[in-house]
């Protein structure tokens, strides 16, 4: 896996602009704040995304994958001031399920999601060498 940064630009904090990477693809559907259950355990914004990615470690683990084979994220949140006001505990989560690997990655909002009490939604793509 290649980061892909152009010299002359400035680093972009917590995340990646570009990834290549050869090996065996794993696609990982958008994951919400429930559990296995589809159960929700709370309504706090940086609570759901800890979930969410422990659920996307969860699927990724049955293809094989580790988080540091992680090389996009597509991140759809409900509300963005909620997301940003969360930053730190996100963080604190993130670096806790995936660690300090950072792929590239794309946060849009969005009216709402299928899941009426969902906050944040997270898609992901996975490379494993081979």
Not at 84 to 89: F, G, K, T
Not at 113 to 118: F, G, K, N, P, T
Request: with cysteine.
């Amino acid at each position: 896996m290649k980061f892909l940064q152009p010299d002359n630009w400035v680093s972009p904090k917590g995340y990646a602009n570009g990834v290549s990477a050869t090996g065996r693809q794993i696609f990982v559907s958008g994951m919400i704040g429930w559990d296995e259950q589809c159960q929700f355990h709370t309504d706090d914004f940086a609570g759901q995304v800890r979930q969410a990615l422990q659920n996307v470690v969860a699927v990724l683990h049955e293809g094989g994958a580790k988080p540091e084979h992680i090389v996009r994220m597509t991140w759809y949140v409900v509300n963005k001031v909620e997301y940003v006001a969360a930053y730190p505990e996100i963080g604190k989560a993130y670096r806790a399920i995936i660690g300090r690997h950072f792929p590239s990655m794309t946060a849009v909002q969005v009216v709402a999601l299928i899941e009426d009490r969902a906050k944040v939604e997270i898609e992901v793509t996975a490379v494993v060498p081979e």
